[in-house]
């Protein structure tokens, strides 16, 4: 399964569920937006990404380590990435893929073989 991008290393491959790479894209996608937190009166937004305490706190689920400061150019690129590549899947269209590739090509990925509850292996 490829990495998602700069922040994401190879120490965390075991750490990684199959179907992240959506789970990633989605929450990339929705850091900077509005949201409501359980109990809030009134919506709240977070810039997405301003620093690595905060860019830690907002990809924990995805990373299992603290972003640092030198990941957050590579990890804002992918974030706006992300986020128009969504805007295109929600509005029909086809996302270019252009932008994902720019800010994944120095990244490494790995390949893991996942059985599904019914015994097909998927890659």
Do not use: F
Request: hydrophobic residues 45%; contains cysteine; glycine residues 10%.
């Amino acid at each position: 399964m490829p990495e998602a991008g700069p922040g994401l290393g190879a120490s965390q491959q075991s750490s990684r569920r199959p179907g992240v790479n959506a789970e990633a894209l989605i929450a990339l996608a929705n850091l900077g937006l509005p949201r409501r937190p359980a109990g809030a009166r009134a919506r709240v937004t977070e810039a997405a990404l301003p620093d690595a305490a905060t860019a830690s706190r907002q990809l924990g689920t995805l990373i299992a380590r603290p972003v640092t400061e030198a990941e957050l150019p590579g990890l804002r690129d992918l974030q706006r990435a992300a986020a128009q590549a969504v805007d295109a899947l929600l509005a029909g269209e086809t996302p270019d893929c252009a932008a994902v590739n720019a800010a994944a090509k120095g990244s490494t990925g790995h390949a893991e073989v996942v059985v599904s509850e019914i015994g097909r292996a998927h890659v």
